[in-house]
C-alpha cells in the first residue's frame, strides 16, 4: 500500500513537502487506505492546488504507473525498503520515494561512496557553491552524482 500511495502522490504532482504537510507521519500514513484521509483533509479544500492534485491523484491508475516504471527498468524505491539509503534517512523531512535504476545494492556501501550529490540540474548559486565546497574537500573519493529531471528517466 505504501508504494502505491507514493507513487499516485508523487504522480498527483505532491511534493515531499506538500506529503509531510498533510501527514504528520507520512510513513507510517501511506501504508494504509489514504483517500478518505485526502478528502477530508483541511488543506485540500483550503488550498486550490492541493485539490487539483487530489482530484489527479483520485484519476491515476496504478498499474499504469507501474507497467511504465517497468518498462524503463526504473525501480522506484520507498523510504521503507531495506535497501534505501540509511544515511539518507537520517536527513529532516527526507524523500519518501527514490526512483533507480542501476545496482541498488551499491546504496549502503559507504565505504564505496562515501558522498551522493542528488539534485536538480537548474540548482541556485548557492547550491553550486556548496556542491563545489563538497567535491573540493573530497576530490580524491569515489562520488556518485545524480542531477536528473524526472522526465529524463523515462527516456
Given at each position: ?12 504532482g ?34 486550490s492546488?492541493f ?48 526512483y ?7 546504496f549502503?556501501?559507504?565505504c ?19 556542491v ?5 574537500q ?18
Amino acid at each position: 500500500m505504501y508504494l502505491k500511495n507514493s507513487l499516485k502522490m508523487h504522480y498527483a504532482g505532491f511534493t515531499t513537502n506538500q506529503i509531510y504537510q498533510l501527514f504528520t507521519s507520512p510513513v507510517k500514513s501511506l501504508q494504509f487506505e489514504i483517500t478518505p484521509i485526502l478528502k477530508n483533509h483541511p488543506l485540500i479544500h483550503q488550498k486550490s492546488h492541493f485539490y487539483k492534485k487530489f482530484l489527479a491523484f483520485q484519476s491515476l491508475d496504478i498499474d499504469i504507473i507501474q507497467s511504465q516504471l517497468e518498462a524503463h527498468r526504473i525501480v522506484p524505491l520507498p523510504i521503507i525498503d531495506a535497501r534505501f539509503p540509511s544515511l539518507l534517512k537520517e536527513i529532516y523531512h527526507p524523500p519518501l520515494l527514490l526512483y533507480c535504476k542501476g545496482n541498488l545494492n551499491l546504496f549502503n556501501d559507504a565505504c564505496y561512496y562515501p558522498l551522493a550529490v542528488v539534485g536538480a540540474r537548474d540548482f541556485t548559486a548557492y547550491g553550486e557553491r556548496a556542491v563545489e565546497y563538497l567535491l573540493h574537500q573530497m576530490k580524491h573519493q569515489p562520488i556518485v552524482l545524480c542531477l536528473v529531471w524526472q522526465k529524463e528517466l523515462m527516456h
